[in-house]
T-cell receptor
Framework: GQNIDQPTEMTATEGAIVQINCTYQ??????LFWYQQHAGEAPTFLSY????GLEEKGRFSSFLSRSKGYSYLLLKELQMKDSASYLC????????????FGKGTKLSVKP | DTEVTQTPKHLVMGMTNKKSLKCEQH?????MYWYKQKAKKPPELMFV???????INESVPSRFSPECPNSSLLNLHLHALQPEDSALYLC??????????????FGEGSRLTVL
């Protein structure tokens, strides 16, 4: 089975840095994804990790440790528009491309 | 074109109605998905089509009937739904070859209300 945990809510200040953690337990693993979802909108792809280490993409970085079943999403220079839910998702080994989503972390960015 | 288009955006139906949700993509993706998302919950997988064939059905009740007429289109036929089926229905597509990350591209969703 699959179990994905991430904090329910986080609050941060505009211009700051925030780290959203995700832990997972899966029977097989073939990649971890982070998605951003604004209220009432579709999830949009942010990052992908399949090997250990850090992937950087502009203000967003994502880290993966497969041995620890752990990932984080790092958001720098926070902007008000970053207020959204951030979904950690795992692609199980042998899947047909489908992802299993965590419950999401609702991030509120304050002025 | 990097879009997944879903229609209708909003749908209200009674428990005896028959309706359909439609999804279209022109990115050449050979996998298409239906997810269901309730308020403040993550998307939950319903169905997966790979190369136009149903490859995963996550024990979805038969009142939901998927159809993949061709590699660009995905439908979800709805019949005799219950009020608890009210949710946002998300369509997604992805590539299947291992040379790519295989991220899912989501449509804007169809918000369904069952009265």
């Amino acid at each position: 089975g699959q179990n994905i945990d991430q904090p329910t809510e986080m609050t941060a200040t505009e211009g700051a840095i925030v780290q959203i953690n995700c832990t997972y337990q899966t029977s097989g693993f073939n990649g971890l994804f982070w998605y951003q979802q604004h209220a009432g909108e579709a999830p949009t792809f942010l990052s992908y990790n399949v090997l250990d280490g850090l992937e950087e993409k502009g203000r967003f970085s994502s880290f993966l440790s497969r041995s620890k079943g752990y990932s984080y999403l790092l958001l720098k220079e926070l902007q008000m528009k970053d207020s959204a839910s951030y979904l950690c998702a795992v692609r199980p080994r042998g899947s047909q491309g489908n992802l299993i989503f965590g419950k999401g972390t609702k991030l509120s960015v304050k002025p | 074109d990097t879009e997944v288009t879903q229609t209708p955006k909003h749908l209200v139906m009674g428990m005896t109605n028959k309706k359909s949700l439609k999804c279209e993509q022109h990115m050449g993706h050979r996998a298409m998905y239906w997810y269901k998302q309730k308020a403040k919950k993550p998307p939950e997988l319903m169905f997966v089509y790979s190369y136009e064939k149903l490859s995963i059905n996550e024990s979805v009740p038969s009142r939901f009937s998927p159809e993949c007429p061709n590699s660009s289109l995905l439908n979800l036929h709805l019949h005799a739904l219950q009020p608890e089926d009210s949710a946002l229905y998300l369509c997604a597509s992805s590539q299947l070859d291992t040379a790519n990350t295989g991220e899912l591209f989501f449509g804007e969703g169809s918000r369904l209300t069952v009265l």
